[in-house]
């Protein structure tokens, strides 16, 4: 397992480079989610060191087993965020990619003013407007920027998006490039509490288009730790 753990590793780091002939810095989020912590372990020993999950409860209980471990760890809250949830996730995430509503901002804003902290998340867009996907629309971006620069704890570090899922990664292209062209013009503003770092885009099926089109974060699972496996209903 850790053999093909690490020869799946190797073989993503060649697509990454073939697709970013500049050599831009791109950080690579491996994501572990329905895999155990041994699994984590096992990234861990390969370098990589930005982890990320999508549910709440399941992101807890790795943190806790592996809480030893934690100054090694950068954890990523990738998945959609409850509100009841934020509670546990504010003060253990190095980034929140998944800041999808005005409520939501407010819940961690609050949450970020009990622990006396600030938290970092990414603005994530729906950029297809898929019903079945959480985020704002691009269009609403900057106004909800506006709504937040009063704010003292929620910080924005940049935007994130998930692209429709297409048999032919191609097709993501569009999508990737108007959320890039947003990424640019928000740049060129200045909003308080809100930077442009990081253009977190890109998974297994898509990522190097991502990059093509000018992500510096993806977010990769079954790449790097195989096909997941299937939740029983
Ligand atoms: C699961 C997940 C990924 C990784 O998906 P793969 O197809 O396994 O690379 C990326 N982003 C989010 C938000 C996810 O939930």
Redesign the pocket.
Known sequence: MNRTIKKNWLDTQKRIEKANPDGKEITV?A?T?THSTETIEKALSLGLKEI?E?KAQEFVEKYDLLESRKEEIHWHM???LQRNKVKYVVGKTKLI??LDSMRLAKEIEKRGEIEDLSVDTLLQVNVAKEDAKYGIFLEDATSFLKNIESFQHLKIRGL?T?APYYEDPEKTRECFKKLKNLFEELKKEEYNNVTMEYL?M????D?EVAIEEGSNM????????GE?PKLKK
Not at 202 to 205: P, R
Not at 218 to 225: A, I, N, P, Y
Request: net charge positive; charged share 15%.
């Open positions: 989020i994501v989610k990320g999508n990738i998945g959609h990619h998944s994130m998930m977190s890109g998974m297994t099926n990522f993806v977010r990769l699972g079954r790449t790097l730790f997941r």
